[in-house]
């Protein structure tokens, strides 16, 4: 089942909207005319992102969710489909970087912590997702996950991020399996030193290193990933991508330590 091609106003929820990649993201969607659904922990950031000029965008509708609450991500996408209708794209954006760790130095709190937000909101947000885009009419979507490098190469010290991500992965490529009936789409971005509070405080003193030594590493602008963001979420659901890699040139990914 396909459908006759929708004609509306495309509609998107991004998870983590109320900084870094994911507020770039957001306001680089609104800016190319989508309806979006920003969510996130706090509102102060997300009514923040949804200021244009000062203004609220009137196309953003902003919903407090904690994405390891299921019952919670159940309310944030009855809410979008409420508002706008049907949901066009997901971007599982929604991370934390977690401790400072190895194997032997992580804590069950720290692994569970970063577990929850990185990989089973995720899942969550998804699952919500795929229910939805695949019971619409006409049905079909994009989910696009925000991996990180790291699901290729790990940093020093980044053992639960690192895990979390390598899963993620795994997540995508079952999306884009299972979807396939449903016209559902599936894209791991795994990103690199975009420029965002994170990254500064990560390569602020120079980043850690494989050899133990600390250098500066070149960071981009997150408006660049943002416009990667935008085309895909363009692309028809015709084109499939099931992985994109994006850093800043130069920095020591390819050949990292």
Request: net charge neutral.
């Amino acid at each position: 089942m396909t459908g006759a091609p929708f004609t509306g106003t495309p509609s998107a929820i991004v998870t983590g909207a109320g900084s870094g990649i994911g507020r770039a993201i957001t306001r680089a969607l609104l800016a190319a005319g989508f309806g979006v659904t920003l969510a996130g922990r706090r509102s102060a950031p997300l009514q923040e992102t949804a200021a244009i000029d000062g203004i609220r965008h009137p196309d953003a509708l902003i919903i407090e969710t904690d994405i390891t609450d299921q019952s919670q991500v159940e309310r944030l996408f009855a809410r979008h489909v409420e508002r706008f209708g049907r949901l066009d794209v997901l971007v599982n954006n929604a991370g934390v970087f977690g401790p400072n760790a190895d194997v032997g130095d992580l804590t069950i709190a720290e692994w569970e912590s970063t577990l929850a937000v990185n990989l089973t909101g995720a899942v969550l947000c998804a699952g919500a997702a795929f229910r939805q885009m695949s019971t619409q009419s006409p049905v079909g979507g994009r989910i696009i996950n925000n991996g990180s490098i790291s699901a290729q190469t790990p940093r020093p010290r980044s053992v639960a991020y690192t895990t979390t991500k390598h899963a993620v992965a795994g997540l995508t490529k079952s999306i884009e399996l299972d979807g396939r009936a449903h016209r559902i789409t599936a894209t791991q971005l795994d990103i690199g030193n975009a420029r965002t509070e994170l990254i500064d405080r990560l390569v602020s003193d120079g980043a850690l290193q494989a050899d133990g030594s600390r250098r500066p590493e070149p960071t981009m602008d997150a408006g660049h990933v943002a416009d990667l963001i935008v085309q895909l979420a363009r692309t028809p659901l015709e084109v499939s991508v099931p992985q994109l890699t994006v850093t800043a040139a130069g920095m020591p990914f390819i050949g990292r330590g």
